[in-house]
DNA sequence: CCAAAAATTAAAGTTAACTTTAAGTGGAGG
DNA sequence: CCTCCACTTAAAGTTAACTTTAATTTTTGG
């Protein structure tokens, strides 16, 4: 019994990924998808790994990564072993880069923390009036600052 | 001694927040700045206050928020209190909002993490072959699901 | 075997979020 | 007074990331 790994049609893969087909041909169309086959008749066929690579690349776009910095590495990957080393590189980056959207997001967070309060004392009160007063956003700021 | 507050010039503003003048024009062309005045002769006067709302305006779309659900907002406050309900909520949604993109981001720290191992690894080998036999971004993959 | 559903490409269209340009005004320093 | 710099508006231009369209071809189920 030959292993035969399973192919998907760009329509499961839609469905898998929650992207339209036109997004994931479109991906495609700027050599996202390195390993990805297509029949005689021009037709793709996803395999597992096909679909792995889409799962990074949406990674990568979270992280704030755009659709040219994605195609730089896809390239690489292209390059087979002689581009290793950068890719290591790239990633140690990508992962700073997302460490520092994290601590960013942890500020955002307080400043949130902080609109919320104030709502919630706004609304005890019926007021805002009361609240402007005792309650400033600049020293969230500065608490954010001084944190470094 | 009357209390004289200090007022900013966009440019000023610009320094403080990075952000270039045209865009701060651009969001107060949105009514993104509810409080900001002009001199006599249309010289935008920026107080504090102002500079608070960019920071807030700058928090909200790194939160993921679209100028037009921002500018929903600043219209809220134009309504005075009569929508602090409404802006107490939004806000809480806000909040949760941020909250879920944290959880995705550590999601997507756990990829990265293993794309670093991998390629910490590959180039150790200086080759990838046998990596790609040992470590598997599936394994991640459900990992991250199973998590719920 | 045939109709319907799903796939293909190339090219044009869309949208959000700015950014630039053009033409002009106002105040500060020499 | 003159020049320069920072400010103004309105309108046009740009860019990224898709999305849609049109015209075909392929695959699939009865």
């Not at 049609?9 to 479109?26: A, D, F, M, N």
Request: charged share 30%.
């Amino acid at each position: 019994m030959l292993e035969t790994e399973k192919v998907y049609s760009i329509g499961e893969v839609s469905k898998i990924t929650g992207l339209p087909s036109s997004t994931i041909r479109y991906y495609d169309s700027l050599e996202f998808l390195p390993y990805l086959q297509k029949s005689s008749r021009g037709i793709r066929k996803f395999t597992q790994r096909d679909i792995d690579t889409i799962r990074v690349i949406e990674c990568l776009k979270k992280t704030g990564l755009t659709l040219k910095e994605i195609q730089d590495y896809t390239r690489l990957i292209a390059q087979g072993d002689d581009s290793i080393v950068e890719r290591q590189k790239l990633f140690h980056a990508i992962r700073q880069r997302l460490l520092n959207k994290m601590k960013e997001m942890q500020k955002n967070l307080q400043i949130l923390d902080f609109k919320c309060a104030y709502y919630d004392q706004a609304v005890k009160d019926g007021t805002e009036k009361n609240v402007l007063e005792s309650m400033s956003l600049m020293e969230v700021f500065s608490k954010i600052e001084n944190e470094n």
